[in-house]
């Protein structure tokens, strides 16, 4: 535990020279030490840089970034065992959490409880020098950068009380060597958690247009603060940090052609997902806090942050008729692959939704491999064959995208990643209000986006909690953690085990992980339970 909370320390300022975006970019001028880097604003700088280059490696493959997340496939852990897809390349890392046979020595079991103590320890150090401090530049300094920390300590214990239950909390630099830490209760973390967006919500910048892409302002501690609310049951409370977002002036669902691309074929929420259009200097208003990941770019992520794209794209390089290409998403590895029930229906999506155009969901291939001139340029029929080898089926389009200048055969991802949008803010409102029986006003904003995507709009009494699942399946698929939606809402058991297969073994008690076997372990002063079932 010890080396939990203390060990990520040196990382953090490593982490420094390559994080976010340019306003992360530092001249670095002396040993990185705690002591004395901690003595200016330009030092508090470039630790605060160094928490934005640690959540960046949230789904870091084979540890590039930081060395906790070191196999392939965390980011589709939070997506199997769900509603919306199967395992279709049966990764090894990635199988047990399908069929739900990991345990508490599991890689990601242990490492993104890692990863939440490395991000926090990294915290709690910049606040403890922050207090110490007199030397700043501004008086608006120490504030300003004590409320970026506390987002990224919320951020983390967000992970934790979703992935884990009760967890240790932790605000302080642990001096001593301990072996004593107890589970604090969910409900009590939560109350931290809330306590810290709510300081980083007052004190971080209004203005969205006078920070540089990825800082963060007030509003993604707003949206994250209403997500938060709904884990504690005060949907008022929720509902009122959505309407904040929303009312703020500085964001709107595009509506009209925008970026890189606008003057080719596509629509307004193709666009949000083509390279370069993640951030406001894009044009794209309705991002609430971008991650910065643009590969091979300073300040960006590098080739093992995120393999999202290789994890979405088919294996369609595989089939006869086909070569890689960048167009197409480059070497997909079908990692995932969607459920037909709401891919391959006719009823899932309306006939206007733009969100099911060709731009948004790739139903027809074209074999493109000039080496086969007796098939190139004729369609590729989608069968269950191809479905069955992952080859050739209707996927979304989100993370097809590449450069031109780089191999199609590029493992990681290019560009940056939206983590909040507007879209969803819309929809933690009429979560809070579902919550509150407010069928009424629940199916007014669900409206509100479906409108931007062309869909009818719904009456009051379509307004469930299932239909706002399916709807988040229609609108942030891909985007959103599956498994922590699941889990908020009380839905995880009853839809995976209606729509998934693969994983209908799935009971109550998989709704947490169990806790890693080594914090159990060399935990030997206080008793610290397993989770139940484990």
């Known amino acids: ?57 949230e789904f870091n493959t084979w540890g590039g970034g930081t060395a906790s997340l070191s196999q392939a496939c965390p980011y589709e852990a939070f997506q199997v065992a769900t509603d919306i ?12 959490f399908e069929n739900l046979s990991y345990t508490s020595s599991t890689t990601f079991v242990e490492n993104y409880w890692k990863w939440s103590y490395g991000l926090i320890a990294n915290v709690n150090e910049l606040l403890t020098y922050a207090d110490k401090n007199e030397n700043w530049n501004a008086p608006t300094d120490k504030v300003g950068f ?74 993604p501690a707003l949206h994250l603060l209403s997500e938060m ?25 595009m509506t009209t052609r925008f970026g890189a691309q606008k003057d080719l074929p596509g629509d307004p929420f193709s666009d949000m997902f083509i390279e370069y259009n993640q951030n406001r200097t894009s044009g794209n208003k309705e991002a609430i806090w971008v991650m910065q990941l643009e590969y091979n770019t300073t300040g960006g992520g590098g080739k093992y942050e995120d393999w999202t794209k290789r994890a979405w794209v088919p294996k369609y390089w595989n089939e006869t008729g086909f070569t890689l290409c960048d167009s197409l998403g480059g070497r997909g590895l079908a990692q995932i692959v969607p459920f037909k029930w709401w891919i391959d229906t006719d009823n899932f999506y309306a006939n206007s939704d733009i969100r099911n155009s060709k731009y948004n969901i790739k139903r027809t291939w074209y074999y493109n491999n000039p080496e086969t001139p007796e098939l190139l340029g004729k369609e590729a029929p989608v069968t269950e064959s191809t479905w069955s080898k992952c080859t050739i089926y209707p996927v979304i ?55 931007r995507a062309g869909a009818p709009d719904i009456a009051a009494s379509q307004a ?26 009380g839905k995880l058991v009853e839809r995976t085990k209606k729509y998934n297969s693969y994983s209908n073994q799935i009971d109550e008690h998989h709704a947490l992980w169990p806790i890693p076997q080594t914090i159990i372990d060399s935990n030997t002063g206080a008793d610290f339970p397993q989770n139940p079932g484990y």
Request: hydrophobic share 35%; with cysteine.
């Open 1 to 57: 535990m010890k080396n939990i909370l203390k060990v990520a320390a040196a990382t953090l300022l490593l982490f420094s020279g390559t994080s976010c975006s340019d306003f992360l970019d530092e001249d670095l001028k002396k040993e990185l030490a705690p002591d004395n880097t901690y003595t200016s604003t330009y030092g508090f700088q470039v630790g605060v840089n160094g928490l934005y280059g640690w959540a960046r490696s």
């Open 229 to 253: 609310y709904l884990l504690t049951g005060e949907y008022a409370k929720s509902e009122e940090a959505a309407q904040q977002v929303i009312n703020s002036g500085y964001f709107q669902l």
């Open 464 to 489: 469930t909690m299932d239909f706002l699942l399916d709807e988040r399946i229609r609108e942030l698929v891909g985007e959103e953690l599956r498994r922590l939606t699941l889990v908020r809402t």
């Open 85 to 96: 897809l199967y395992t279709g390349h049966k990764d090894g890392s990635l199988l047990p």
């Open 397 to 451: 389009t989100k993370f097809f995208y590449g450069k031109t200048d780089d191999s199609p055969s590029y493992e990681g991802n290019n560009k940056d990643r939206m983590k909040f949008r507007l879209a969803e803010t819309y929809l933690l409102l009429a979560e809070a209000r579902i919550r509150q029986n407010n069928a009424n006003g629940a199916a007014e904003a669900i409206n509100v986006v479906r409108k």
């Open 146 to 219: 004590q409320a970026e920390a506390r987002f990224f300590r919320a951020y983390a214990y967000r992970y934790l009380v979703y992935l884990y239950g009760d967890v240790p909390y932790v605000e302080t630099i642990e001096g001593q060597f301990r072996i004593d830490f107890t589970r604090t209760p969910k409900a009590e973390v939560l109350g931290h958690i809330i306590d810290d967006l709510k300081f980083a919500a007052e004190n971080l910048p209004e203005n969205p247009d006078n920070v540089e892409a990825g800082k963060l302002t007030k509003w």
